[in-house]
Nanobody
């Protein structure tokens, strides 16, 4: 499976962006998917995850109520809708495929990382 993230850009604080991650391969629907981010000078951190069916979602406390993860298994795509963006959301955002169909909010439980897409939120 290869992952291609897109949708990043420059937005003002309070604005919205939707990230997409398109996956190749036929096994997309069997695995959990996640979004991570890495800000300059910081470690990569978990942002959101979604189970294989989309029935369960998980969020970092810092984005709860503002970000929504979803997936379309027919399109092999996972999305991250980001609303009420803050300057501290500025980072490179990565999508990744989980090792199983269940989300575990840790980097070591994901593999097959996409190339990342830059989100910049200006104040």
């Amino acid at each position: 499976v290869q992952l291609q993230a897109s949708g990043g850009g420059l937005v003002q604080a309070g604005g919205s962006l939707r990230l997409s991650c398109a996956a190749s391969g036929r096994t997309f629907s069997s695995y959990a998917m996640g979004w991570f981010r890495q800000a300059p000078g910081k470690e990569r951190e978990f942002v959101a995850g979604i189970s294989w069916s989309g029935g369960k979602t998980y969020y970092a406390d810092s984005v709860k109520g503002r970000f929504t993860i979803s997936r379309d298994n027919a399109k092999n795509t996972v999305y991250l809708q980001m609303n009420s963006l803050k300057p501290e959301d500025t980072a490179v955002y990565y999508c990744a495929q989980g090792l199983t169909g269940t989300v575990v909010a840790g980097e070591r439980y994901f593999e097959r990382w996409g190339q990342g897409t830059l989100v910049t939120v200006s104040s």
